[in-house]
């Protein structure tokens, strides 16, 4: 049995952990968060009480945080608090997953440092959404060896139906901004067609049901339908609540955005839904669900 580290218990990583669990692997968690740690012990997690704990006898180490400094500090520690970070607490061999959305050339160095330290590194973020998480369908999306990616494939499948080997490590993260700026374009170009149907006499519901038998069929009108009311058990029957935050879209295309800038890349659909998410953002709207989009082609009150 492989033991595991997981650092990150939030939306998506206690799902992630709690499917670890339920096929058997032995999992050691740590949280800044005390309530998740309990959560995940009540479900037969080992509860570490520092990160070192944690990674003392794991063979795997799954990091799920919020930005690519949090993965560097926990790896690497902080100079300004003179942390050493888990690298230096971790068994020769261990290999490191980082599955948050963070910088290509940040999961590079982590690469590059791990390697160097006689690691294995793989970046693998995630597609799928806290339903994903918990049910354990997610798509990861791995950069690195594909030597290590065959060896990690088994952790991977406990949490995920879909694993993808995007290339050399950076590949992942490339993949997933890439994926989720076409989300990002597709939910407001989805959002702006529907409100357009609605204003003048169509039902949302049947309009929705014309393009999902038509060419303007999307991921969106099939699983995510951003109107209220069109489609049972996603945010926007929820008051835009759960699922993937605004502010969490607005960090993945600003990601992208700074990629693009790298490569001089030409991303004119990709700006204008950044822009849109960010004003969505601005108008107080950060901590709803990205489908809420939709509120911004309503008239204002």
């Not at 607490?89 to 290509?104: H, L, M, Q, Y």
């Not at 890439?178 to 702006?192: F, I, K, Q, R, Y």
């Not at 108008?283 to 309503?298: L, P, R, V, W």
Request: proline share 4%; aromatic share 6%.
């Amino acid at each position: 049995m492989q033991h595991i580290a997981f650092f990150g218990l939030g939306n998506m990583g206690a799902g992630m952990a709690a499917n670890l669990l339920k096929q058997g692997f032995e999992v050691r968690v740590y949280d800044l968060v005390e309530s998740q740690v309990d959560e995940l012990a009540a479900l037969g997690a080992y509860p570490a009480a520092t990160p070192d704990e944690a990674v003392k006898d794991a063979d795997v180490i799954i990091s799920m945080l919020p930005a690519g400094r949090h993965v560097s500090g926990l790896y690497f520690g902080d100079a300004s608090d003179h942390t050493s970070g888990i690298s230096s607490a971790a068994k020769p061999g261990s290999v490191f997953i980082d599955c948050s959305t963070i910088e290509a050339e940040t999961a590079r160095t982590l690469n590059t440092r791990l390697v160097d330290l006689g690691f294995a590194f793989a970046d693998a973020p995630v597609s799928g959404g806290v339903g994903g998480a918990k049910a354990g369908t997610l798509t990861f999306i791995v950069g690195g060896e594909a030597k290590t990616v065959e060896t990690i494939r088994p952790v991977l499948e406990a949490m995920g139906k879909n694993i993808f080997h995007a290339g050399d490590a950076g590949a992942g993260q490339v993949a997933k901004i890439c994926n989720n700026m076409l989300l990002a374009v597709l939910m407001a170009g989805t959002s702006e067609a529907l409100k357009l149907a609605m204003d003048n006499g169509i039902d949302a519901s049947v309009m929705s049901e014309i393009m999902k038998k038509s060419s303007g069929n999307n991921w969106t009108l099939q699983t995510y339908n951003p109107c209220p009311g069109v489609m049972e058990g996603v945010p926007s029957s929820n008051d835009y609540q759960g699922g993937f935050m605004v502010d969490l879209m607005n960090k993945d295309l600003n990601l992208a955005m700074a990629t693009a800038a790298t490569h001089q890349s030409v991303v004119p659909m990709g700006s204008l839904a950044k822009s849109l998410y960010q004003l969505h953002g601005l108008n107080g709207h950060g901590k709803k669900d990205f489908s809420s989009i939709f509120t911004a082609f309503q008239p204002k009150n």
